[in-house]
Every structure is written in structure tokens, then in C-alpha cells.
């Protein structure tokens, strides 16, 4: 094994290291939270300015196990890939979307208790297959596709709509995964090569091919309504 294949596999594991840890941090939050007072709502509580420390709880917390087990796997594939081509800039990014979308549910969102990761999870996808597609970078595009092919679906999410889904987070994670993509599409990703940007100093490697299965997945961003409405 020569020393780039090594460098290469040891940022593979990285990536899958780091997201597993974050994933495993938003699944030990859901068993602490079955503790909590049913009655307490550990997210945002939208135009209830007092309940301001929902804006740094919302991510971490869900209404339900089927919640939890439907963020997880698309939020795992995202975060792994956002690291994988841009390791330093991945919990920019998610701070980024994180507040953004935070702010947007605080100011607009309809009455209730929003709470998930999947405001993330959607800035993350828009983020990434925006960029892919302004790069036109090979193996960028293509997980782009990958994206754009598993969770297409995710565009009617930003929509708005009834029920218990809390588009408004949707929309605020998107809109701020876009902004994002606009604002880094001249920076080096980690497959680019050096002379394509002077100005980033990540380190380089050839691009790396894989096979992927994929299929559809869902994604939910769930509120809920308070009892007196």
C-alpha cells in the first residue's frame, strides 16, 4: 500500500469516525430525553422569545423513536460526506444551517414544538449537490446525483403544508445549504486539484471511486402543535 492510498483510506475513516460520533451523540440525547417531563419541550417554540434555549436543543432531540430512526441514516451519509470533502469546513457548516434555520422557526414558524436534526440533514443535501453541480467537479457531481437520486423527494419538504412536519425548518436548513454553496463554490474541496485554488490549503488526493446502493429515504422535521389549538 503506498503512502497516498494510505492517507486516502485513513481520511475515509475519518469521515466515517466523525459521523458516527455525532450520530451516536444524537441518539444517546434521544434516550436521555424519554427522562424528560412529557410536557416539556426541548425545541422551538416559535414567536416565545423566553423559550430561547430551544435555538441550541432542537438538532439533538425527536418527537418519537420513528423520528429518531428516520433522521439517522440520511443525516450518517451527509455529515460523512460533507467531512470527506470539506473537513474543515463541516462544522461551519452545520453551525450555519443549525442557526439559520433556528431563526427562521423562532420568527415564522407555526405554533407548537419543533424539533430534529433533519433542518441539518436538509441544509447538508442542498449544500452539497448545489456545490457539486457549481464545481462540476467529477466525484463531487456525483455524489450530488447520489443526493439528488436518494432524496430527491426532499425538495417538497420546504414546501408549505399541514401536518406534523415541520417545513419551516426544512426551508431555513435549505435556504442556508445553498447560501453556503454559493459562498464556497471557489474553494478547494478535498479531490480538487492544488492549482484550481491558490487560496485553500486542504489537502489533495486523487478522486475515489466507489459503488453505491442507494434507495429512497424519508426525512422528518417534526412539531407539534400545542393542545389548546
Known amino acids: ?46 414567536g416565545e422569545w423566553s423559550h430561547f434555549f430551544g435555538i441550541f436543543l432542537y438538532p439533538f432531540f425527536h418527537s418519537d423513536t420513528a423520528h429518531l430512526l428516520s433522521n439517522l441514516p440520511p443525516m450518517f451519509f451527509l455529515v460523512a460526506g460533507t467531512f470527506y470533502y470539506m473537513p474543515r469546513r463541516l462544522f461551519i457548516a452545520i453551525l450555519t444551517i443549525w442557526l439559520v434555520s433556528a431563526l427562521l422557526i423562532l420568527a415564522f414558524g407555526r405554533s407548537g414544538c ?74 478547494a474541496i478535498y479531490t480538487d486539484e492544488p492549482e484550481e485554488d491558490e487560496d485553500d490549503h486542504d489537502p489533495e488526493h486523487p478522486d475515489m471511486h466507489s459503488t453505491h446502493k442507494i434507495s429512497e429515504a424519508v426525512i422528518n422535521y417534526h412539531y407539534k402543535p400545542n393542545k389548546h389549538e
Not at 500500500?1 to 466523525?18: L, P, Q
Open 114 to 187: 419543533h424539533l430534529g436534526a433533519s433542518g441539518i440533514i436538509y441544509g447538508l443535501a442542498f449544500m452539497l449537490a448545489t456545490l457539486g453541480f457549481l464545481k462540476k467537479q467529477r466525484t463531487l457531481g456525483a455524489f450530488a446525483l447520489i443526493i439528488v437520486f436518494m432524496y430527491g423527494s426532499m425538495v417538497w419538504g420546504v414546501l408549505p403544508q399541514d401536518g406534523n412536519v415541520s417545513w419551516e425548518g426544512h426551508a431555513g436548513g435549505a435556504l442556508a445549504g445553498i447560501m453556503l454553496a454559493i459562498l464556497w463554490r471557489k474553494k
Open 1 to 46: 500500500m503506498d503512502e497516498r492510498t494510505h492517507k486516502e483510506g485513513k481520511h475515509v475513516r475519518n469521515s466515517i469516525f466523525v459521523s458516527m460520533l455525532i450520530s451516536f451523540t444524537v441518539a444517546l440525547l434521544f434516550i436521555i430525553q424519554q427522562f424528560f417531563d412529557s410536557e416539556f419541550c426541548p425545541g422551538i417554540l416559535p
